[in-house]
């Protein structure tokens, strides 16, 4: 027989907030469902290292789901699927819903570039009868962690012709793999020295792809020759044509399975592809027609402040959705004024190994749901579009509806840090948006963490948000 609650406990179910434990345990077959839905997340993550190839694998997908290209000049009825692509690199989809578009769209929002070593404009050099590539890294990476580690080059290179091609080389095991080299301990007293952060500085992350020269006859340069030769063989490129290339380093590892009980993902670049791939799996395995139009982006340049043409600085959105309300002789800024967004990023999961960067009562914890995050900023909550109380107050009751575990978020104690998202872009639209994502491990990493029960929850959250009134 169970034990009688006293009055203080009784009082203390109803008033207190407890916070999720692991054990929001899945059912039997859900965890089954959800296990299952990671192994396709994981072969997503394979197949888009960056973001030209994730919106390539995302339009694809879409296609094969029935989404069509948007053309503005088309009456589109309820029901009807649709997808933007800008310039290769960001994406929109959306589902038409049922009520006048007037009403506002529900909006996902999540970013497909990911923190990389991108390739010089002018890369390829010989040194020491070594050949290298010159690198400049694309968001924040912490330096160190990308010497000794098997790398991958993506992207495309367009010759002086205007021909374009598509280079994705080191991630078949056939292939070969690229690497930036690092001191040996036995010669690092000097290294050690320097502040961590430059520990390895930018000019360091210098790529290794050769050591082999040219046959035929001496000549100075001849390793870099002979990589000059493999490269025309392959591509049919010049050296010049490097100028216009845009080439990506990435680490040349697969997504796996994490732990013992198999309950975590390890892999590159799920900042912000773990928010990407719930988000626009959600809307194509709509069931229905939504009541609203359905809208998810994903988009680039996040990792670099959200600037430039794919960004979501650019007017893209706002011209998709301004394009579309025309469609419905509405005009852009009454469905913007009307519309939410669920900006959909990860967060830091709280890491026991370093406590002290988050506070515990408002950070986010492995398996304990997806997190809301109300602001980010630094410093005073600067550069935040911080969610009104009356939106977050809508998702805390949509979720709660949905069954959706959830908890709260806070990028990092107090004046300790702190980051953005594109959050602050899109309300800046005049739209109603809030952070909800997927908690991470060793954020920006070459290998980043999340546990497989937050990124199921976190689909069965965008389902329910694309279905909302
Ligand atoms: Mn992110
Ligand atoms: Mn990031």
Redesign the pocket.
């Given at each position: 027989m169970a034990e009688k609650k006293t009055k203080s406990q009784e009082l203390k179910d109803k008033l207190f907030y407890k916070q999720q434990h692991s054990t929001y345990v899945l059912t039997a077959a859900e965890q089954k469902k959800a296990d299952k839905y990671c192994e396709d997340y994981k072969t997503f993550l394979d197949n888009g290292k960056t973001e030209r190839e994730a919106a390539a694998e995302t339009v694809q997908r879409a296609e094969a789901a029935g989404f069509e290209l948007f053309d503005k000049s088309k009456k589109y009825k309820a029901g009807d699927k649709i997808y933007y692509l800008n310039r290769k690199k960001a994406v929109i989809l959306a589902v038409i819903g049922k009520q006048p578009i007037a009403n506002g769209v529900n909006i996902t929002a999540a970013?497909i570039d990911s923190p990389r070593l991108d390739l010089k404009q002018n890369p390829l050099y010989e040194a020491e009868e070594l050949g290298y590539f010159k690198t400049h890294y694309y968001g924040g990476i912490k330096k160190y962690q990308w010497p000794a580690l098997p790398l991958s080059l993506h992207g495309v290179i367009v010759r002086a012709d205007g021909t374009e091609i598509t280079v994705n080389i080191g991630e078949d095991d056939k292939d070969p793999c690229f690497v930036v080299t690092d001191l040996l301990p036995h010669l690092a007293d000097e290294q050690y020295k320097r502040p961590v952060g430059k520990l390895i500085t930018g000019e360091e992350l210098n790529i290794l792809i050769g050591s082999r020269p040219f046959k035929d006859d001496e000549c100075s340069d001849a390793v870099k020759l002979n990589l000059m030769n493999i490269l025309f063989e392959k591509y049919k490129i010049v050296e010049k044509d490097f100028l216009s290339a845009e080439l990506e380093c990435v680490p040349a590892l697969k997504a796996r399975d994490i732990g013992f009980d198999r309950s975590l993902i390890g892999a590159y670049g799920q900042?912000?592809r773990v928010c990407a791939y719930t988000a626009f799996t959600a809307l194509l395995d709509m069931k229905g027609v939504p009541a609203r139009t359905a809208v998810c982006v994903l988009t680039d340049k996040?990792e670099t402040g959200s600037d430039g043409n794919t960004g979501l600085r650019s007017a893209y959105l706002k011209y998709f959705i301004s394009d579309l309300a025309e469609c419905f002789g509405c005009s852009g800024r009454d469905v913007m004024s009307a519309s939410r967004c669920l900006s959909a990023?990860?967060n830091a999961g709280f890491d026991p190994t370093f406590p002290d960067v988050l506070e515990k009562r408002n950070c986010a914890y492995m398996n304990k749901g997806i997190v809301v995050t109300k602001f980010t900023g630094a410093r005073g909550k600067s550069g935040t579009s911080d969610a009104n109380a009356e939106f977050v107050g809508y998702v805390h009751s949509l979720f709660g509806k949905n069954g959706i575990v959830w908890q709260t978020g806070e990028l990092g104690k107090v004046d300790l840090g702190g980051g953005g998202?594109v959050a602050a872009y899109i309300a800046n639209l005049n739209i109603d948006t809030i952070d909800v994502g997927v908690p991470v491990l060793s954020m920006h990493a070459p290998f980043e963490v999340t546990a497989k029960n937050d990124v199921y929850m976190a689909y069965k959250a965008f389902s329910a948000f694309y279905k909302a009134e």
């Open positions: 970013h900042d912000d996040e990023d990860v998202t």
